[in-house]
């Protein structure tokens, strides 16, 4: 008998794990309930990072998660690097209760490649909203810190 984890049946059973940049552009047009999660380490983090988005390594995922978003029905896009391992964060976050959840396909290395802008250094307080930046035509200068 072929025996998987949790995390795989889960993946198996909710679909792709995956959203490409097109696509995750186009939900950012469309503003809601989205999260941008990266679940690299935090010193990663602040040397790099996709603007709006949220600290919570993938090694803390688990315990986390709830207090940074309750929201089990809010969209996340997680990111790390290449997206390997943005993939696995999905697959537990699916088995928590997050059915929205989706690794940005090429992480944050595709993010530069496609020549979007990157923050570094602390994130700033106060700052709108990720989606509500990006629908008023600020995409250039996404800030969700």
Avoid at 56 to 62: D, I, Y
Avoid at 93 to 101: E, N, T
Avoid at 105 to 130: E, T, V, Y
């Amino acid at each position: 008998m072929d025996k998987t984890s949790p995390e795989v049946e889960a993946g198996r059973e909710s679909g792709p794990v995956e959203i490409g940049l097109p696509e995750m552009e186009r939900l950012l047009t469309g503003g809601g309930n989205l999260f941008l999660v990266d679940v690299r380490t935090e010193d990663a983090f602040l040397r790099e990072r996709i603007p709006g988005s949220l600290s919570v390594p993938r090694g803390v995922l688990e315990f986390l998660i709830e207090e940074v978003i309750s929201e089990r029905e809010a969209m996340l896009i997680i990111v790390c690097d290449d997206g390997s391992l943005s993939r696995k964060a999905v697959l537990t976050l699916r088995v928590l209760g997050y059915s929205s959840a989706y690794a940005l396909q090429g992480g944050l290395f595709g993010w530069k490649r496609a020549g979007h802008p990157i923050s570094r250094g602390n994130p700033a307080a106060g700052d709108a909203p990720l989606s509500w930046r990006w629908a008023h035509g600020e995409g250039s200068r996404l800030i969700r810190e």
